[in-house]
Structures are given as structure tokens and as C-alpha cells.
């Protein structure tokens, strides 16, 4: 019942629109002209705008890909790798300001930070084998981001902070689904971290409530199979001309807009959503492959936590030795890890984490996020994430740290 009221949500919204036009296209806003210039830098030069140092590093995965990750160093100091969401990058740790954001907070308390930017988006677009044009590029989901892109980050940050043998690990979204996935196909890197701080984690989505995901989720075989007759593999499109499109119709024209359909994906919490920030929010949207969409609607419909499935019995005993996609083994993601998640998180909901406590070995940390409106972008966006999520986040770490976990 719950599901049928959210696709009825989401078709009166269509209806609202078509109502509203004339009030929609009348809001056309200005911004201050320093929020403009951080939209338009490139995550370093938004470090170093902030008196933060930054280096940018290349990491080449077992696979090919050629990853980037930013980093806030402190050379001998703890290393904390941050991983983004789906469509997002490292900016998505960074965009609410040194004041907020919690890669500059957690810099400030002394942690070496390493923001990772997973195969596909904006900053790692490059592969020794093929380019960014050719499908083969694009044939890659959460899973591959799991198997090959966090172990080559966590291999490549112990060896660049000598003296370590673990790390802390944050992930957001996508950033825990393919955390999950490593621990459950490369066990082994589990000894290497030291602790997973997961901030709203997408494994199971049985209860998922966001009425988009559902849609699509209904429909996804034959958007598949229209998406590859039109050579579309990447979501949103590649190229400077739909992203300035984009960042132009949403930061401008129609930023209420853009904000009430984020708000209906994410879950409603204009509260939290600083809507001056919108031009940063949009003009960062990162990127990624339409598989790894496609990826978590299989999600929705399998009640499981799933490797890809093709649509083929052939297909899939070509790719994992089986007529049908294996179960990912979440017994052997046997580091520590804290849990945060919220009841507004429409794409996270409160009885698929739950599960997933369940059944993971080593959960030392569960946090129900006490704020009712709390969404799924306010654990990076949100107005007030320092007082409700980051200060208990760093509590868990100084208790990690003095081995009291």
C-alpha cells in the first residue's frame, strides 16, 4: 500500500507541474557570487580555496581503470578514506564549507583525509584499454566499484602512509553497497580497516519507499535494452553541454523544482536543504554508469542483496558460473562497523538496515538518527549534520582510535 501511494505521489507531481508551470518558470533567483565560483572549481581548488592543502592522486585498479582520489594530507596521521554515493564524487564531502562539511572537520581533528572518486564519474573517466565512447567502459556497477576500485584505493593509501596497517573507512550510499560487496568477494582487505563508519547504506531494499526507484525498478529490463539501442550508458549523459543545461534549468529557471523532485527521491526535508547551496549540488552531480542504476532497481525486485543479473541464463553462467545471479556473502564483512541511517531515508529504510545488522558479524556501532525528517542527503548536505550525525561520528572514531570498540 505504501509503494502504490508513493507512484501515486509521483504522477500527481507530474500533474502538479503541468498545473504550475507559470510559477515554476518565474523562479529565477540570484546567488552570492561566492557560491557561484565553488559550483564552478574543481574539487581541489575548492580545498585549496579554503586554506586546505590538496594533492591529487592516481590510482590504476587490476581492471584498468585510472582512479582519482583527492587528498587533505597530514603526513604520520591516521589515514580516513571517504567514498562518495551514487552519482556524486569527492565534492560531496566538501560542499557544505569548511565549517560543515566533514572532510575539513575531520582534518582539523588531525586525520590524513583520501576522497575517493569511484570508476566512471567526472574525475575517473580514464581506462588503458578503452575509451570513454565505447560500451565496454560503461560495463560496470556497484559490484566492480567493490571488487576492484576500494581495495586498489586502500592498498594504494597504506602504502602512502607508511607505518599503517588499517584505515578508517566512511562511505555514503554507494560508498557502503560496494564496501559490502568487497568484504563479502575480497575478505581479506577486512584486516585492513580499521573501522567502516557506513552513513545511510544501501544493501537491501525490500522496504524502499522512493516512488522514482519503484517506477523504474517496474520497468528496468526494457529501459536496459532502450538505453543500449540508443548508446546510452552513461546517467546523466557525458558532456559539458547537458551538465551546464542541467546546472542552468536547476540552479535558476527551476530550482524549486529541482528541489521538490530531490526531495521526493532522497525524502522531504526542506528544513535540512539549504536551497543556497543548489547551484553546488547540481553543477557536482558526478556522473556514473546507467548498469549501476540498473543495478540497484534489480535490488528492489530481487529481496536480496544480489550480484547483476543479465537477463540471460547463458549471460550469467558466462559471468558468475550460475543460470541465475549469487547471493554476496555478507558473513565475511567481519570488520567493525557503525551504522547510520534514518526513518525519512527513502531510498534506506530502517527494516532493510536492520537486516543488514543482523547479519553482519561486527556491528559495534547502531544509530537510528533521532531527527524524523533526517533524508538521504542530509547526511552530506544537511544544514544541521554536524550536531545530529558528525559529532557522534567522531565520538566513534576517538573510541576506535583508544581501542575502546
Known amino acids: 500500500m505504501t509503494r502504490r501511494k508513493n507512484l501515486m505521489l509521483l504522477f500527481g507531481s507530474v500533474i502538479w507541474l503541468c498545473l504550475h508551470l507559470d510559477t515554476v518558470t518565474s523562479d529565477i533567483i540570484k546567488y552570492d557570487r561566492s557560491i557561484i565560483e565553488d559550483a564552478n572549481l574543481p574539487a581541489p581548488d575548492l580545498i585549496r580555496k579554503y586554506g586546505y592543502k590538496a594533492e591529487v592522486h592516481k590510482i590504476t585498479t587490476k581492471d584498468g581503470f585510472v582512479l582519482t582520489a583527492h587528498r587533505i594530507p597530514k603526513p604520520g596521521a591516521q589515514p ?14 566538501l560542499v557544505l564549507g569548511p565549517k560543515k562539511s566533514l572532510a575539513y572537520r575531520l582534518s582539523n581533528l588531525g586525520y590524513d583525509i583520501w576522497l575517493l572518486n569511484t570508476r566512471g564519474n567526472r574525475y575517473s573517466r580514464k581506462h588503458k584499454r578503452y575509451q570513454r565512447q565505447m560500451p565496454q567502459f560503461w560495463d560496470f556497477s556497484f559490484h566492480e566499484v567493490g571488487l576492484y ?14 607505518g599503517f596497517q588499517q584505515l578508517h573507512y566512511i562511505g555514503h550510499s554507494q560508498g557502503t553497497t560496494s564496501f559490502m560487496v568487497m568484504g563479502s568477494e575480497r575478505p581479506g582487505y577486512m584486516k585492513k580497516i580499521k573501522l567502516m563508519q557506513a552513513l545511510a547504506p544501501v544493501v537491501f531494499c525490500d522496504y524502499i519507499e522512493s516512488p522514482f526507484v519503484l517506477l523504474a525498478s517496474k520497468y528496468i529490463r526494457p529501459l536496459t535494452f532502450y538505453a543500449r539501442t540508443l548508446g546510452i550508458y552513461d546517467f546523466p549523459p557525458e558532456g559539458e553541454v547537458w551538465q551546464r543545461l542541467f546546472y542552468q534549468i536547476c540552479s535558476f529557471a527551476f530550482r524549486n523544482t529541482c528541489s521538490y523532485f530531490l526531495l521526493q527521491l532522497m525524502g522531504v526535508d526542506a528544513q535540512q536543504l539549504n536551497a543556497t547551496l543548489v547551484p553546488l549540488f547540481v553543477r557536482h552531480v558526478a556522473g556514473s554508469s546507467f548498469k549501476s542504476l540498473g543495478h540497484y532497481t534489480q535490488l528492489v525486485r530481487s529481496g536480496g542483496f544480489y550480484k547483476y543479473d543479465y537477463f540471460s541464463a547463458a549471460e550469467n553462467r558466462r559471468r558468475h558460473g550460475s543460470d541465475t545471479p549469487p547471493e554476496y556473502n555478507l558473513a565475511n564483512v567481519d570488520c567493525k562497523v557503525a ?53 557522534g561520528m567522531v565520538e566513534v572514531m576517538r573510541r576506535s582510535d583508544a581501542g575502546e570498540l
Do not use: C, Q
Not at 576500485?149 to 607508511?162: E, G, H, Q, R, S
Not at 530502517?350 to 547479519?359: C, G, K, Q
Open 80 to 93: 580516513v578514506l571517504m567514498v562518495h554515493g551514487l552519482e556524486d564524487s569527492s565534492v560531496g564531502y
Open 339 to 391: 551504522l547510520y541511517y534514518s526513518k525519512n531515508d527513502l531510498l534506506t529504510a530502517v527494516r532493510d538496515v536492520e537486516r543488514l545488522r543482523d547479519l553482519l558479524p561486527n556491528v559495534v556501532h547502531d544509530e537510528l538518527i533521532p531527527y524524523e525528517k533526517f533524508n538521504h542527503v542530509d547526511f552530506i548536505w544537511g544544514n544541521d549534520v554536524n550536531s545530529m550525525l558528525y559529532d
Open 149 to 162: 576500485d576500494l581495495p586498489a584505493a586502500i592498498d594504494y593509501v597504506l602504502a602512502m602512509t607508511k
